[in-house]
T-cell receptor
Framework: DAKTTQPNSMESNEEEPVHLPCNHSTISGTDYIHWYRQLPSQGPEYVIHGLTSNVNNRMASLAIAEDRKSSTLILHRATLRDAAVYYCILRDAQGADNNRKLIWGLGTSLAVNP | DAGITQSPRHKVTETGTPVTLRCHQTENHRYMYWYRQDPGHGLRLIHYSYGVKDTDKGEVSDGYSVSRSKTEDFLLTLESATSSQTSVYFC??????????????FGPGTRLTVL
């Protein structure tokens, strides 16, 4: 199963953009790139996902490299509530059962300074 | 909010005692999962279910059993709890979002301490 590599921690200032990198050099053609985040004392929550093209939603943007071997989660204006652990995960696109193949790393712990 | 609740939210028990954790969902989703989360490790899958009475093992299933007699409930049982099972346990469901994409929704977690 393809794995991802993320920095252990990052720091940002409030209202500034944050770019969270993820390397996934062994990604396969049918792997979606997912980002989840986990706020303190809560379960993980979905942030965004993509396959090949860049994606935007109300929470964040996902920039995917042309060769798909890396991606970047972009928080356009960090707030204190964005302080969390961010997980980059690959998952095969085919079948709900493939959720069982998710490999969760340690993620990036994002600190946001006021 | 995918309507997932876990009970209990906190439990302290002694080594050797049986423990059952309950995950309840309100939206009749087919797939349900139990994970554990420990410092220094990512979330690790214990067991999952793909329907009533249909379950399978994850990567860390030793010492755990599960049951799913109703769509809405997925139970995780530690037959004889050990200190190594002290952890935070998360339940999750899988929801078909669009096309082939499935999103996971997680419960609030159960913090279990085995003394």
């Amino acid at each position: 199963d393809a794995k991802t590599t993320q920095p252990n921690s990052m720091e940002s200032n409030e209202e500034e953009p944050v770019h969270l990198p993820c390397n996934h050099s062994t990604i396969s053609g049918t792997d979606y790139i997912h980002w989840y985040r986990q706020l303190p004392s809560q379960g993980p929550e979905y942030v965004i996902h993509g396959l090949t093209s860049n994606v935007n939603n109300r929470m964040a943007s996902l920039a995917i490299a042309e060769d798909r071997k890396s991606s970047t989660l972009i928080l356009h204006r960090a707030t204190l509530r964005d302080a969390a652990v961010y997980y980059c995960i690959l998952r095969d696109a085919q079948g709900a059962d493939n959720n069982r193949k998710l490999i969760w790393g340690l993620g990036t712990s994002l600190a946001v300074n006021p | 909010d995918a309507g997932i609740t876990q009970s209990p939210r906190h439990k302290v028990t002694e080594t050797g005692t049986p423990v059952t954790l309950r995950c309840h969902q309100t939206e009749n989703h087919r797939y349900m999962y139990w994970y554990r989360q420990d410092p220094g490790h990512g979330l690790r899958l214990i067991h999952y279910s793909y329907g009533v009475k249909d379950t399978d093992k994850g990567e860390v299933s030793d010492g755990y059993s599960v049951s799913r007699s109703k769509t809405e409930d997925f139970l995780l049982t530690l037959e004889s709890a050990t200190s190594s099972q002290t952890s935070v346990y998360f339940c999750a469901i899988s929801v078909r979002a669009s096309g082939l994409y499935n999103e996971q929704f997680f419960g609030p977690g159960t913090r279990l301490t085995v003394l």
